[in-house]
């Protein structure tokens, strides 16, 4: 059964950082990209980052670029994002999800597997 559990969330105020994490279970862990996503209240749940299976490559939101880090451990099973100058816009639940596809190296994730989510709230 496939487990992805998001930690690390919490309360922050403007410029500062958080570190959230996501531990993966029931898959292989090492052979599937990952993605970070996000949904503030009243909206869309939005794309934030990915990371290939590797870790080679990553790709990020353009509101996010430079100031957010996607990384994995495949040893661990665990995805980290790493949020830096956060911003109040920045405020939502993240989620960390999984394309379950062994080794994909396309562009367009399909990601089957979510987790609870965990809440970022950015207070000015």
């Known amino acids: 059964q496939v487990q992805l559990v998001e930690s690390g969330g919490g309360l922050v105020q403007a410029g500062g950082s958080l570190r959230l994490s996501c531990a993966a279970s029931g898959l292989t862990f090492s052979t599937i990209n990952m993605g970070w996503f996000r949904q503030a209240p009243g909206k869309e749940r939005e794309f934030v980052t990915r990371?290939?299976?590797?870790?080679?490559?990553?790709y990020y939101a353009d509101s996010v670029k430079g100031r957010f880090a996607i990384t994995r451990d495949n040893a661990k099973n665990m995805v980290f994002l790493q949020m830096n100058n956060l911003k109040p816009e920045d405020t939502a639940v993240y989620y960390c999800?999984?394309?379950?596809?062994?080794?994909?190296?396309?562009?367009?994730?399909?990601?089957?597997?979510w987790g609870q989510g965990t809440q970022v709230t950015v207070s000015s």
């Open positions: 990371i290939t299976w590797s870790g080679g490559r990553t």
């Open positions: 999800a999984a394309d379950s596809r062994p080794y994909y190296s396309g562009s367009y994730d399909r990601y089957d597997c």
